[in-house]
């Protein structure tokens, strides 16, 4: 046998076992440590990438995707907060709001809240877009959209053209948010602000050539 040759005992010697499991029991524990110290580390950074306590206070911008909204449905999103309508007008829609200015309560939209753009009768940037709160101006329900015929069948309302109508107290409002007259909601649907990134993108709560981030 060469002198080189390393002999190993059979068995070791309790005492050495024990300090052996002793040793992986410290090492276990101290990369556990290690483990939860850059955790700790991390959450501050991680937090960096969320919005600040004060943006989302004052209701910092949303972007809405509206690629995949069809023509006549209605898409919505939140913001500060309260639901935000986007519905996607046929011309159908667009062209029943000429035939309701004597009904209408603020046809003009001269006591209800939105930006100086929304003030015709269309309250939109683009005709067959429109953008508004979707909480009633009464007591802060959510309007529902019927079409001409659900309008007719499910209330019987014969003159009914279509647009939001309130299940909570009856208040009705056109395509465009204009509240009708004789209902208990003041005011039309408020438009907040709001502007087009691009075709399909929707930026609410920013108006054009601002930075709210």
């Known amino acids: 046998m060469s002198n080189d040759t390393t002999l190993k005992?059979?068995?070791q010697p309790a005492h050495l076992n024990h300090n052996?499991?002793?040793?992986?029991?410290l090492v276990a524990a101290s990369v556990g440590a290690s483990a939860v110290g850059a955790g700790f580390v991390a959450v501050p950074f991680l937090k960096s990438w969320l919005p600040s306590e004060r943006a989302k206070a004052i209701g910092a911008p949303i972007k809405v995707d509206i690629s995949k909204l069809e023509d006549g449905a209605l898409q919505t999103a939140l913001w500060r907060g309260k639901v935000v309508y986007i519905l996607r007008r046929t011309d159908e829609m667009v062209a029943t709001l000429e035939q309701l200015?004597?009904?209408?309560?603020?046809p003009h939209s001269k006591e209800s809240i939105q930006p100086e753009f929304a003030s015709d009768i269309t309250r939109a940037q683009r005709d067959n877009v429109m953008v508004m709160l979707g909480v009633c101006t009464h007591l802060g329900c959510a309007p529902k959209l019927q079409s001409q015929i659900q309008g007719r069948e499910e209330r019987g309302d014969s003159a009914w053209l279509g647009g939001?109508?309130?299940?909570?107290?009856?208040?009705?409002?056109?395509?465009?948010?204009?509240?009708?007259?004789?209902?208990?909601?003041?005011?039309?649907?408020?438009?907040?602000?709001?502007?087009f990134e691009s075709d399909n993108i929707v930026v609410v709560g920013e108006m054009e050539g601002e930075n709210n981030v």
């Not at 052996?20 to 029991?25: A, C, D, N, P, Y």
């Not at 200015?101 to 603020?106: C, E, K, S, V």
């Not at 004789?182 to 649907?189: C, F, I, K, M, Q």
């Open 164 to 195: 939001f109508f309130c299940p909570c107290h009856g208040s009705k409002f056109d395509y465009a948010g204009r509240v009708y007259k004789g209902v208990p909601a003041p005011t039309n649907l408020t438009v907040p602000p709001y502007r």
């Open 20 to 25: 052996t499991g002793r040793r992986k029991l």
């Open 101 to 106: 200015n004597d009904q209408l309560r603020d």
């Open 9 to 11: 005992p059979a068995f």
